[in-house]
């Protein structure tokens, strides 16, 4: 049998040592890159949060600003309800006084 000389040994060791070294690097390069893109998810989660509350307030706002549009035209409709009313009676008058008029002139 032939006895196995220290130098493989050695050899053997050494190319061990820089697998086991590439794969250190390897792992390390994998985890700075999950350590990476788990800084971009946060960092995107946050500002998916931060536009959601800005929806938020800009619905709530919309729906402010709808409803001050809702009561202006109800207010301008009552204005004009009673502007058509006192023409009508302003005209229910000169009629009235013409057919006075025409009444007693006769």
């Known amino acids: 049998m032939p006895v196995s000389s220290p130098l493989n040994f050695s050899d053997l060791a050494n190319e061990l040592k820089t697998n ?3 794969e250190k690097n390897s792992i390390d390069n994998t985890l700075k890159l999950i350590s990476q893109k788990d800084k971009d998810l946060r960092d995107k989660i946050k ?3 931060q536009q ?3 929806i938020s307030y ?3 706002l919309i729906n402010t600003r709808n409803r001050m549009l809702q009561l202006s035209q109800e207010k301008n409709m009552y204005k004009t309800k009673i ?3 006192l023409l009508s009676v302003v005209i229910l008058l000169v009629i009235i006084l013409l057919a006075i008029y025409v009444y007693f002139s006769k």
Do not use: A, D
């Open 20 to 22: 086991v070294q590439q």
């Open 47 to 49: 500002r998916s949060l």
């Open 52 to 54: 959601n509350m800005e």
């Open 58 to 60: 800009k619905q709530k």
């Open 83 to 85: 502007i058509y009313t």
